[in-house]
Nanobody, 124 residues
Framework: QVQLVESGGGLVQAGGSLRLSCAASGRAFNSYVMGWFRQAPGKERDFVAAISGGGGRTAYADSVKGRFTISRGNAKNTNYLQMNSLKPEDTAVYYC?????????????????WGQGTQVTVSS
């Protein structure tokens, strides 16, 4: 059974940092694109960041570029989202996802597997 499990969310003050983790199991994910999306109440699920199977390519939403960093663990079935200089507008549920095609990384339709999400709340 394929599972993606996020962890590391929480409450932080503006300007602070959090590190999200995503552990994937149930199949080999070393060739999969791993991505992060976020969804605030009443809004659509938006792309945040993605990393290629080998870890050599990354992509970010403009709103997080320069503040967030995505990386993969050595075993490639774990990835991380380091979030620095957090702002209140970063408050959302953050979802980890896995997909096969780099060409569709910014769309939810481009991913085959999803985690349950972890809440990130940034206070002002």
């Amino acid at each position: 059974q394929v599972q993606l499990v996020e962890s590391g969310g929480g409450l932080v003050q503006a300007g602070g940092s959090l590190r999200l983790s995503c552990a994937a199991s149930g199949r080999a994910f070393n060739s999969y694109v791993m991505g992060w999306f976020r969804q605030a109440p009443g809004k659509e699920r938006d792309f945040v960041a993605a990393i290629s199977g080998g870890g050599g390519r990354t992509a970010y939403a403009d709103s997080v570029k320069g503040r967030f960093t995505i990386s993969r663990g050595n075993a490639k079935n774990t990835n991380y989202l380091q979030m620095n200089s957090l702002k209140p507008e970063d408050t959302a549920v953050y979802y980890c996802a896995a997909g096969a095609n780099w060409g569709t990384i910014r769309t939810t339709e481009g991913y085959d597997y999803w985690g349950q999400g972890t809440q990130v709340t940034v206070s002002s």
